[in-house]
């Protein structure tokens, strides 16, 4: 399995920006397909985005198209996370998953491997 480490969480206003990273490590970041995910207290977790191995597909949750926006660079082993016109709602922990070959990408229990997550606050 892939090893992730994401980055990048804080706090901010609504309206603000983060930008969030994932990075791998142990086995061919271009082999993986990533996904984001987050949980907010009290929630289940559920999928933000995903990106194909070369990057050439996304997918965005409905709540958060138009200002997220998903990226990788196999170069770098990372997968990022661009969040724009931040609001309340998007406050949650982040989490970044991994998997070969997700059968649904916007599912989490297609993918094997995850990150600890990193914390997004967002305060209005």
């Known amino acids: 399995q892939v090893r992730l480490v994401e980055s990048g969480g804080g706090l901010v206003q609504a309206g603000g920006s983060l930008r969030l990273s994932c990075a791998a490590s142990?086995?061919?970041?271009?082999?993986?397909?990533m996904g984001w995910f987050r949980q907010a207290p009290g929630k289940e977790r559920e999928s933000v985005a995903a990106?194909?191995?070369?990057?050439?597909?996304?997918y965005y949750a409905d709540s958060v198209k138009g200002r997220f926006t998903i990226s990788r660079d196999n170069a770098k082993n990372t997968a990022y996370l661009q969040m724009n016109s931040l609001k309340p709602e998007d406050t949650a922990v982040y989490y970044c998953?991994?998997?070969?070959?997700?059968?649904?990408?916007?599912?989490?229990?297609?993918?094997?491997?995850w990150g600890r997550g990193t914390q997004v606050t967002v305060s209005s």
């Open positions: 142990g086995r061919t970041f271009s082999s993986y397909v």
């Open positions: 990106i194909t191995w070369t990057g050439d597909l996304t």
């Open positions: 998953a991994a998997d070969e070959s997700p059968p649904l990408i916007y599912d989490s229990k297609s993918f094997s491997s």
